[in-house]
């Protein structure tokens, strides 16, 4: 249909709907906005959240029960629905609030993992073994091919969702050593690397734009920040980015649309046993402190890293199929990064991927890897942020200094590695998923698995329930548009401006994030006041982010003011100091919106202030750090503000000078100097000075945020359009 004639029966809609509003501060028919009013879809379609808990309580049994909100979980929720099956999902905290909203943000096919299977096929060892080392080879090229099949099924079926990121892997020499990927014949890497990414074009039967080579000067123009002093060239390819929490609500509120039954803050505490076989699941419901079951022909167990721990619920003896490990990622100001370009350091120090990606006007720099037991509020480990920055600093120019105060926010997440219990002994562990059921509790589980392969996962889940169902559709999801499919357009950002009255950058937020439910946020829009934006209330400033969002965010289940500052929007993973600003203004409208009591708003506040700690900021916390070091621009930057004659040295004089913002009182500067001064010469050298303050405690990184005059530094917390 034509976009005028969508705009024209919008433009109706709008009038009956706003002749209706009661509310004296939303606009009005009388009022149009622009050119014209608009009405958005109306919300009736997706029950709010009580609705879903009074489905949960009286609509059993159900078909299928999915214990898991998370990608995977409610994947598998909607695979279900949509094949005619009764379903009901239940999630202990928000949709997506344990891993799938602390991801890299990638919806990547997997080069590393091309590489590393033909390194596996290319190693010594695999001549003792070679029927072996080709079935790890298939199975991993299998892996890859399939993650370019649900790559392209994202793009092209969820446009409002994910777009295309080109990635620069910058080389400053022909060879490397040592070896990327475990193997010698990768010291070729930068001469292999054009003809590796255009064979990885190829999985996706060049459907992805088309990587390319640019040299030095190109390079340079296209990621400025890039350390010129010797590159190249620059090998770029392309990879799928999307808001992973939001795509996760997405996929939950679509299950929602299709007849599903789903609830978040429901959690799980035993399961229902009928003839030693599973037949549903007690259930909390954490926001009226209710219990009740759950009954379901069939129960699924979509847990993440917490799988192994309800799988334990109906058989304590169960063997985990799950290890976890965590990986940090931490949020630089949008200047560390063009507005289009990302990186890939492919090597770097200890042998990770390191991506440095722009995301939502800001600079995300991750992932580590370490093997970890997951936590649900977790906080990132400073070591691990320590350690970011300073492989960020080996490719960034020495113009562009990457100093730990320039930590805007700072998460960790967790990266699961699945082993069927199942399986013949001797079974690796998996980069891939798995997907089992439990003999003793006939409970089918997920483990392992990835953003990419989401929608295939939860086919697989689903196949293996519908053994029971003998008529059980087959699956259909590689056809469904995710909520906000309906009424998106290329061109949807430019209406939202012209009728909507809301600033571009808003706008461009709003169909981005929102899809066609755009209309549904800007309905809600409470007037500025001015002239220009007519609507959209600021949220937090220099922010996309407007209050409406939140009125939205409590028809779409929100519960906290949590699953506003980390999944409806993404303030707190953004800038930990913005979203801290902002906590009160969310009270006051959640108070509204949900009827909250002064003691359930003092509750949510105290808990909304406690989480926002969870993501760090520009103050570093070396509590538990082992290394418990800064990066060199810190340090440079603390000496010479000690250092006030210039001499290259600190004496006993300016550090007491200093000891106001040092953090010490200042009758503890003899001791302080005499712990720097370790050669005893009367005078600390930038060696000793950064050997002390890295001994030191977290006080020094905390008072050194604030200037000599105890002012709090301005942290930035732009677009990034410095150098966009």
Same mark, same amino acid.
């Given at each position: ?433 798995v997907i089992s059921r439990d003999p003793a509790t006939n409970v089918v589980f997920a ?57 571009? !950058?808003? %706008?461009?937020? #709003? &169909?981005? @994030? +929102? ?9 809600? =829009?409470?007037? *500025? ?19 409406a969002e939140v009125r939205y965010a409590c028809r779409e289940h929100a519960v906290t ?38 003691? !359930?708003? %003092?509750?949510? #506040? &105290?808990? @909304? +202030? ?9 103050? =570093?916390?070396? *509590? ?75 006080? #020094? ?16 917390? *732009? ?6």
């Open positions: 249909m034509a976009a005028a004639a969508i705009l024209a029966r919008r433009c109706t809609r709008l009038s009956r709907r706003f002749a209706t509003i009661t509310d004296p501060a939303a606009p009005s028919f009388a009022a149009p906005i622009g050119a014209g009013s608009i009405t958005p879809p109306s919300l009736e379609r997706i029950p709010g959240r009580a609705a879903q808990v009074e489905r949960l309580k009286h609509d059993t049994p159900f078909d299928v029960v999915v214990v898991g909100g998370g990608c995977v979980g409610a994947g598998a929720a909607l695979d279900a629905a949509a094949r005619g099956l009764r379903v009901a999902l239940v999630e202990r905290g928000d949709y997506g609030s344990e891993t799938s909203s602390r991801s890299t943000k990638l919806l990547w096919a997997g080069i590393r993992y091309l590489a590393t299977a033909a390194a596996g096929l290319l190693r010594r060892e695999s001549l003792a073994q070679p029927m072996k080392a080709l079935r790890d080879f298939g199975s991993e090229f299998r892996m890859v091919l399939n993650c370019h099949r649900e790559r392209r099924f994202m793009i092209e079926q969820q446009p409002h969702l994910c777009h295309w990121m080109p990635i620069a892997l910058p080389f400053d020499r022909w060879w490397v050593s040592p070896a990327p990927f475990g193997h010698p014949l990768f010291s070729l890497f930068p001469v292999l690397s054009p003809l590796v990414t255009t064979f990885y074009d190829s999985l996706s039967s060049f459907t992805c734009p088309p990587s390319f080579v640019v040299g030095p000067k190109a390079a340079q123009r296209r990621f400025p920040q890039l350390q010129d002093k010797g590159l190249l060239f620059a090998t770029v390819f392309h990879e799928a980015m999307h808001d992973d929490a939001r795509t996760n609500i997405a996929i939950a509120l679509t299950a929602a649309e299709r007849g599903a039954a789903v609830a978040n803050y429901c959690e799980v505490t035993g399961l229902i046993k009928e003839n030693g076989r599973a037949a549903g699941v007690s259930v909390l419901d954490r926001v009226t402190s209710q219990r009740f079951d759950v009954r379901a022909k069939a129960v699924v167990f979509c847990g993440g890293p917490y799988t192994d721990a309800l799988r334990k619920l109906g058989d304590e003896k169960a063997e985990d199929a799950v290890a976890g490990a965590s990986g940090t990622h931490v949020v630089l100001p949008g200047y560390y990064c063009p507005r289009d370009q990302g990186l890939l350091d492919y090597n770097t120090s200890d042998g990770r991927f390191l991506f440095f990606l722009p995301w939502l006007g800001h600079t995300l720099v991750g992932t580590t890897d370490a093997p970890s037991a997951a936590e649900t509020r977790p906080t990132a480990p400073e070591d691990e942020v320590q350690w970011l920055l300073n492989e960020c600093s080996r490719y960034l120019s020495p113009d562009v200094r990457v100093s730990r105060k320039d930590v805007l926010s700072a998460w960790r997440g967790w990266r699961p590695l699945a082993r069927d219990p199942h399986a013949a002994p001797g079974a690796p562990a998996s980069r891939d998923h483990a392992g698995g990835k953003w990419t392969t989401w929608r295939e996962m939860s086919e697989e889940l689903i196949d293996e329930v519908c053994v029971d169902f003998e008529n059980a559709e087959p699956c259909t999801t590689t056809s469904i548009g995710l909520l906000g499919r309906d009424g998106w357009e290329p061109t949807l950002a430019v209406q939202l401006v012209q009728h909507g009255g809301v600033r571009a !950058e808003v %706008a461009n937020h #709003l &169909a981005q @994030a +929102y899809g066609g439910r755009a209309w549904d946020v800007l309905a809600l =829009a409470r007037p *500025t006041g001015k002239r220009y934006p007519r609507f959209g209330i600021p949220l937090a400033e220099g922010y996309p982010y407007v209050e003011i949590e699953d506003i500052l980390s999944r409806r929007t993404r303030l707190a993973f953004l800038n930990a100091e913005a979203a801290r600003d902002a906590v009160e203004r969310v009270a006051e409208i959640m108070s509204e919106e949900l009827g909250w009591t002064d003691e !359930e708003r %003092a509750k949510q #506040l &105290a808990h @909304a +202030y406690d989480y926002v700690k969870c993501f760090g900021g520009p103050i =570093a916390d070396k *509590t538990e750090a082992e290394l418990r070091t800064a990066t060199d621009a810190d340090l440079r930057e603390a000496f010479a503000r000690v250092d006030a004659d210039n001499s290259g040295y600190v004496s006993v004089d300016e550090l007491r000078r200093a000891a106001a913002f040092l953090g010490f009182p200042v009758d503890d500067s003899d001791a302080e100097f005499g712990k720097m001064d370790t050669n005893g010469d009367g005078k600390a050298s930038f060696e000793e000075f950064a050997q002390w303050w890295n001994a030191s405690d977290a006080r #020094l990184s905390r008072q050194f945020a604030l200037d000599p005059g105890g002012k709090k530094r301005t942290q930035s917390n *732009t677009s990034g359009a410095f150098l966009g």
